[in-house]
């Protein structure tokens, strides 16, 4: 039997490791994350956001498999600097359980380009140029903290889906990754610099004194601030 004093000491210790397990992704850059939540693609939407005007059902799949593979390469390219997303152990997970379907999905997405521009070279070219533009278009700077955060989630998922279930991961999670290339910062502090400047009095030796702000410093620093003394 455990005694009393025994259960406060092991209450004790829980309390004091729960801050060292590990936390969820948005608690990397954000103690309250933008909403990068959206809607799951249809064929419609779909063929409009991965920019496949008149693909069918099954290029669309393609494309929405080839789109979540370029995005999630991005992050691994550009989100090393907060390792603990995983970003590149999650992107090459997700290349070896799902190989099949993304070599499918290639094959297929060429088929669109050889179908809507014409055999052979002009075809690849097209696409080629494809590949090109969706690399460029999850590739961010400003936005790069809500991208590798929603990478980083739907990453994740890919690599548990079961194999041939990749598109529609991609389906679920693409949206909000679009979603994240808009910048959005932190919804409840805001973002020092971005949404809110930090202001400060002046510290030079001269307005102070005795730990006090003088009177005229105290009114520069009140017009600068908008804010009225008693």
Not at 85 to 92: D, E, G, R, T, V
Not at 97 to 117: I, K, M, S
Not at 169 to 193: C, F, H, N, T, W
Request: a positive charge; charged letters at 15%; proline letters at 6%.
């Amino acid at each position: 039997m455990v005694s009393p004093m025994m259960r406060r000491a092991l209450a004790g210790l829980a309390f004091v490791a729960l801050p060292l397990l590990p936390q969820p992704a948005a608690a990397q850059f954000f103690w309250s994350p933008p909403d990068l939540s959206a809607p799951a693609l249809n064929d419609t939407t779909a063929a409009t956001a991965l920019g496949l005007p008149g693909a069918t059902s099954a290029e669309i799949r393609a494309g929405l498999v080839w789109n979540l593979r370029a995005a999630l390469n991005v992050a691994a390219l550009q989100c090393q600097f907060e390792p603990t997303l995983l970003a590149i152990s999650n992107y090459n997970a997700m290349i070896a359980h799902h190989d099949a379907e993304l070599d499918a999905a290639q094959v297929t997405l060429l088929g669109y380009f050889q179908r809507t521009y014409g055999k052979g070279k002009p075809g690849q070219n097209a696409s080629d140029q494809y590949g090109t533009r969706i690399y460029s278009g999850y590739s961010t700077v400003q936005a790069q903290r809500g991208f590798c955060l929603a990478a980083a989630e739907v990453g994740r998922k890919a690599i548990f889906a079961d194999r041939g279930s990749l598109h529609e991961v991609a389906r679920e999670g693409l949206g909000s990754i679009k979603k994240s290339l808009v910048m959005m910062g932190e919804q409840y502090y805001g973002d020092p610099g971005r949404s809110y400047a930090l202001a400060l009095p002046s510290l030079d030796k001269k307005c102070w004194k005795k730990g006090r702000l003088t009177a005229p410093c105290q009114q520069a620093w009140d017009q600068k601030t908008g804010s009225t003394q008693p």
